[in-house]
């Protein structure tokens, strides 16, 4: 009986440290994929930041925010409308057979 009392004794020592351990590595893993990301997000910047070093990258940019260059007459045209989206192409409301039925019924 001392034995049983003793082993059971132990086996509950080890419950926390071994939970404890557990509860570690999975926060490792998130920590993990979260660096990933964090690495992912650094490379694009990188490349965005190279791309501006190029000379005609750079106008572009400078071109979109409305920037002329020294001795050109900017130009403002008003008046001009945004083309509408293409009409959507009919669907059968994605319900599958059930939307084809109710679509033959209805």
């Not at 049983?4 to 998130?30: H, M, S």
């Not at 409308?81 to 959507?88: D, F, I, T």
Request: charged share 25%; net charge positive; glycine share 14%.
């Amino acid at each position: 009986m001392l034995i049983v009392g003793l082993i059971v004794g132990i086996a509950l020592a080890y419950i926390g440290p071994v939970r404890d351990y557990l509860a570690q590595k999975e926060q490792l893993r998130a920590q993990q994929v979260a660096l990933i990301k964090a690495r992912q997000v650094r490379d694009g910047l990188s490349v965005k930041i190279r791309a501006l070093k190029d000379p005609q990258v750079l106008e572009a940019r400078a071109r979109e925010l409305g920037m002329v260059r020294p001795g050109e007459t900017p130009y403002a045209v008003r008046g001009i409308k945004q083309p509408s989206p293409p009409p959507k192409a009919e669907t059968d409301g994605g319900g599958g057979v059930w939307g084809f039925i109710s679509g033959i019924i209805g």
